[in-house]
Antibody
Framework: EVQLLESGGGLVQPGGSLRVSCAAS????????MAWVRQAPGKGLEWVSS????????FYTDSVKGRFTISRDNSKNTLDLQMNSLRAEDTALYYC??????????????WGQGSLVTVSS | DIQMTQSPSSLSASVGDRVTITCRAS??????LNWYQQKPGKAPKLLIY???SLQSGVPSRYSGGGSGTDYTLTISSLQPEDFATYYC?????????FGQGTKVEIK
């Protein structure tokens, strides 16, 4: 059974840093692209970042470029999102999600339950 | 960036109704269009991928269609467990944007 378990969320001041992590199990982690998707309170879904299986290809939405870094450790089956220079508008529930494959069509077939990040003074 | 616009933003329907949600992309996306369902307090769930392929385990009352820039999600006979918010998302290059969501409520 595929499981994705996020951790590391919490309250951080504007300008601060936080790292959210995702522990994956139930599939061959190294073979699949992974993504972070966030949802601000009461709002819709927003794709944040993706990383492909070899970690050589990473992608970001414009609003987080230069501030967030996605990474993976295929030996530990973990996905991370390092978030720096956090802003109030980064407040959201951050979901870890698995792609069904590493080629088109790209779609997210499994999601974690999310980790809440709150940026506030 | 490709913008995704869903309509309607919300709708009220009764059990047994046929419901159709539309998603329009700002440019052609070659059927790289996915649909997700989200219930309150829960993670999104994949329903349809590549415009019309039903994800394993999803009831057959769900179907997807469309091409080019215009796509639809249809629920042929609405069931009590279908009341939720539905999102489309394109995967035709980054950023992989979502629509704003369509909330399906009980009439």
């Amino acid at each position: 059974e595929v499981q994705l378990l996020e951790s590391g969320g919490g309250l951080v001041q504007p300008g601060g840093s936080l790292r959210v992590s995702c522990a994956a199990s139930g599939f061959t982690f190294s073979s699949y692209a992974m993504a972070w998707v966030r949802q601000a309170p009461g709002k819709g879904l927003e794709w944040v970042s993706s990383i492909f299986s070899g970690a050589s290809s990473t992608f970001y939405t414009d609003s987080v470029k230069g501030r967030f870094t996605i990474s993976r450790d295929n030996s530990k089956n973990t996905l991370d999102l390092q978030m720096n220079s956090l802003r109030a508008e980064d407040t959201a529930l951050y979901y870890c999600a698995k792609y069904a494959g590493s080629t088109q069509p790209y779609y997210l077939d499994y999601w974690g339950q999310g980790s809440l990040v709150t940026v506030s003074s | 960036d490709i913008q995704m616009t869903q309509s309607p933003s919300s709708l009220s329907a009764s059990v047994g109704d046929r419901v159709t949600i539309t998603c329009r992309a700002s440019q052609t996306i070659n059927n790289y269009l996915n649909w997700y369902q989200q219930k309150p307090g829960k993670a999104p769930k994949l329903l349809i991928y590549a415009a019309s392929s039903l994800q394993s385990g999803v009831p057959s009352r769900y179907s997807g269609g469309g091409s080019g820039t215009d796509y639809t999600l249809t629920i042929s006979s609405l069931q009590p467990e279908d009341f939720a918010t539905y999102y489309c998302q394109h995967s035709y290059g980054t950023p992989w944007t979502f629509g704003q969501g369509t909330k399906v409520e009980i009439k």
